[in-house]
Every structure is written in structure tokens, then in C-alpha cells.
């Protein structure tokens, strides 16, 4: 595999790339593309079956790539959100039921507000009627 970058040039009516010289080349080049180019150097593909190649399978998977990448970049440069890469379905295992059980009633808890302060209490009766509030240290007796 080989990666290059190159700068287009003008030749004639069209613009031309030259090939990488590790690149094997033939008398002729097959050649597909629109966004991207599919080429064959030698020329050993009918480009009627390079072009049901890159239609079936190089352009879907590319734009479907591309468009993830783009949304990541932006949501970079923006601060915004990144979209997550989808990983590998997990198995899920069925859950097992849970029986119910029974619950012994507790305590009677009232809410009631301290005179001082006006804060909130959880009142325990079985403590007692009376008691202070743990905000301010106020004296309380409930009246029921």
C-alpha cells in the first residue's frame, strides 16, 4: 500500500497526477471516481467492473466514514458534544425476576418546621415528642 500526496497539474483540456514511483505501471491506466479516484496503474480491470466496485462498496463505506469524521472535527472545534463510535453489540443476558418481600412498617415520620429557623425536620415519633432542631439548636416539643 502506498500513500502520496501530489499536486495536479495542467495538461492539455484536462489535469494530471503522476503516479508514485514504487507504483507497477502498464501502456494504459483504468480509472473510476468522482470524489475519490479509483485507478488501476495497469490497466488489468475492465473499468466497467472497477466502476461496480467503487459504486457498491467505496463510496458507501467512504461517505458513511467521512460523515463521522466531520462530525467529530466540528463538534472539536466547536465544543460541542463529540458523536460516540459505535461499539460492538454486547449480549444481553435475560434479567432475572425478583420476588417481593415483605417490609416490617418502620417508624411514623413527620415533616415539620423548626419555629426559629423555619427549617425542615424529619420527626421521629418513636423519640419522643420532644427534641431540637438540628439547624439553629432551637427547642421543640410537638403537639399532636
Known sequence: MIKSRRRNYQLGG????????????GEEASVVGN?????????????DDLMEFMEKH????????WKQKEGMRR????????????EAPIEV????SIEMQAIAAG??????????????????????MRGCCPY??????LMV
Open 14 to 25: 484536462s489535469k494530471a497526477v503522476t503516479y508514485p514511483s514504487d507504483v507497477i505501471v
Open 107 to 128: 417508624p411514623q415520620i413527620y415533616l415539620v418546621n423548626c419555629w426559629r429557623c423555619g427549617g425542615q425536620i424529619a420527626w421521629r415519633m418513636d423519640l419522643g
Open 75 to 86: 463538534a472539536r472545534e466547536k465544543g460541542a458534544m463529540k458523536v460516540l463510535q459505535a
Open 58 to 65: 467505496v463510496e458507501p463505506a467512504f461517505w458513511k466514514w
Open 136 to 141: 439553629c439548636g432551637a427547642l421543640i416539643q
Open 93 to 96: 443476558q435475560e434479567a432475572e
Open 35 to 47: 470524489r475519490l479516484l479509483l485507478i488501476d496503474p495497469r490497466g488489468e480491470v475492465p473499468v
